[in-house]
Each structure stands twice: as structure tokens, then as C-alpha cells.
Nanobody, 128 residues
Framework: QAHLVESGGGLVQPGGSLTLSCAPSGWIAEFHVMAWFRQAPGKEREGVGCVASSDGSTVLHDSVKGRFTLSRDIAKNTVFLHMNNLELDDTAVYYC?????????????????????WGQGTQVTVSS
């Protein structure tokens, strides 16, 4: 299992932007999928999107398409979640997760139960 570290959370006004990063602090499988989830108070943890290490292909969930994007630093195995035009409903703890998976042209993210490594989470608060 990889040990993941998220950073970049904070307080932002509606319409603002924030970038989260997720990096393994040690070993991670060469081929893996790294994903972002979020959990708002009183709600289930939901997927935001994921990226494949093999080719950088990404999938974003409908709730954030057009506002969020994913990018990566290949050398550092770091994944970034760029969040734009943030809304009040985006307030949540954002978690990074990883799963070993040799996949190209990603068309779907693995389900939440499939990930074997999770970060500690970073708080994102959207408030005026």
C-alpha cells in the first residue's frame, strides 16, 4: 500500500479557485490509478475523478465537469485537482486514493471499495 499525502485545502469564496495535490510519500506501484473523493458533513464519500499513471487519461464525474480538471507531475507521481468556479456545495473533506491498475485510456474510475491506499484528507471550505 502507498502512503498518500494531500495538500492545498483551505477557505475560498464562491467562484474562486483552489488546487489540491496528492503525492505518495514513499513507494507506489508503477501502474496505478489515483483518484479524488470528497465527503461533505452528513453525506457519503463520493468520487470526483481519477487519473491513470500509464497514459495520464482522466475521468471526471458529472458533478464537477467543466469546473474541475486533473493534471499530474509524472516524475513525482503527483496528481493535482484544479478546482475552478467553486460553489458552496463543493465544501467537503477531499481525499486522495490509489489503486494498482495497469490500464490505458481510462473510461471509468474504480469504485471506492477498490482503492487500497488513502490519504488523510484536506478540508476545502467554500464560503462568503
Amino acid at each position: 500500500q502507498a502512503h498518500l499525502v494531500e495538500s492545498g485545502g483551505g477557505l475560498v469564496q464562491p467562484g474562486g479557485s483552489l488546487t489540491l495535490s496528492c503525492a505518495p510519500s514513499g513507494w507506489i506501484a508503477e501502474f496505478h490509478v489515483m483518484a479524488w473523493f470528497r465527503q461533505a458533513p452528513g453525506k457519503e464519500r463520493e468520487g470526483v475523478g481519477c487519473v491513470a499513471s500509464s497514459d495520464g487519461s482522466t475521468v471526471l464525474h458529472d458533478s464537477v465537469k467543466g469546473r474541475f480538471t486533473l493534471s499530474r507531475d509524472i516524475a513525482k507521481n503527483t496528481v493535482f485537482l484544479h478546482m475552478n468556479n467553486l460553489e458552496l456545495d463543493d465544501t467537503a473533506v477531499y481525499y486522495c486514493a490509489a489503486k494498482p491498475w495497469r490500464v490505458w485510456s481510462l473510461v471509468r474510475c474504480p469504485s471506492k471499495a477498490d482503492y487500497d491506499s488513502w490519504g488523510q484528507g484536506t478540508q476545502v471550505t467554500v464560503s462568503s
